[in-house]
T-cell receptor, first 114, second 112 residues
Framework: AQSVTQPDIHITVSEGASLELRCNYS??????LFWYVQSPGQGLQLLLK??????LVQGIKGFEAEFKRSQSSFNLRKPSVHWSDAAEYFC????????????FGQGTRLTINP | DVKVTQSSRYLVKRTGEKVFLECVQD?????MFWYRQDPGLGLRLIYF???????EKGDIPEGYSVSREKKERFSLILESASTNQTSMYLC???????????FGSGTRLTVV
């Protein structure tokens, strides 16, 4: 069964600083990988996804993520954060075969200092 | 844009009550899901459905049941609500996992 670990529960960065959110997954093969963002009081919005090909994927709002098979990681990055990026971020994994479900990590809450 | 609508944003129910959470999607999606979200635990899958009248247990189905009589509607039922079911409940739908799924805004349920 697939699983996801987000080691950082809460991260604080200054506005304009770079950001990296960590995600490690466990799955027997190359999975489908996703990052979602949840703004306060909202549902989840898909930021980006990886399923094959180029290991660096671009998403919305200036985010990107890099798939590293050797490290079983799919870290999310942004070169310069804005105050509006304050939210909770979830990494998720989906199986290539079998049940069409997503398994989520614990989430990382991002706080932006002015 | 796909819309996933959860009927209630906030609910307060009493212990022992039967509770219905409703979710409707407008894009003819086969797959629908119910997750609960708790601080530090992320989203955990309760049940999902891949077609009308079809359902499968997720990781934490105890104390819950579901109903899918029409393709667009997926209901989560708490047979006898308990205080440990106080949580945020999120519904999602989609065609297949590769496409990513669309989430509703959530229902915050408080059981007193």
């Amino acid at each position: 069964a697939q699983s996801v670990t987000q080691p950082d529960i809460h991260i604080t960065v200054s506005e304009g600083a770079s950001l990296e959110l960590r995600c490690n997954y466990s799955y027997g093969a190359t999975p489908y990988l996703f990052w979602y963002v949840q703004s306060p009081g909202q549902g989840l919005q898909l930021l980006l996804k990886y399923f094959s090909g180029d290991t660096l994927v671009q998403g919305i709002k200036g985010f990107e993520a890099e798939f590293k098979r050797s490290q079983s990681s799919f870290n999310l990055r942004k070169p310069s954060v804005h105050w509006s990026d304050a939210a909770e971020y979830f990494c998720a994994v989906g199986a290539v075969q079998g049940a069409q479900k997503l398994v989520f990590g614990q989430g990382t809450r991002l706080t932006i200092n002015p | 844009d796909v819309k996933v609508t959860q009927s209630s944003r906030y609910l307060v129910k009493r212990t022992g009550e039967k509770v219905f959470l409703e979710c409707v999607q407008d894009m003819d999606h086969e797959n629908m899901f119910w997750y609960r979200q708790d601080p530090g635990l992320g989203l955990r899958l309760i049940y999902f459905s891949y077609d009308v009248k079809m359902k499968e247990k997720g990781d934490i189905p105890e104390g819950y049941s579901v109903s899918r009589e029409k393709k667009e509607r997926f209901s989560l039922i708490l047979e006898s609500a308990s205080t440990n079911q106080t949580s945020m409940y999120l519904c999602a739908s989609g065609v297949r996992v590769l496409s990513g799924y669309t989430f509703g805004s959530g229902t915050r349920l408080t059981v007193v």
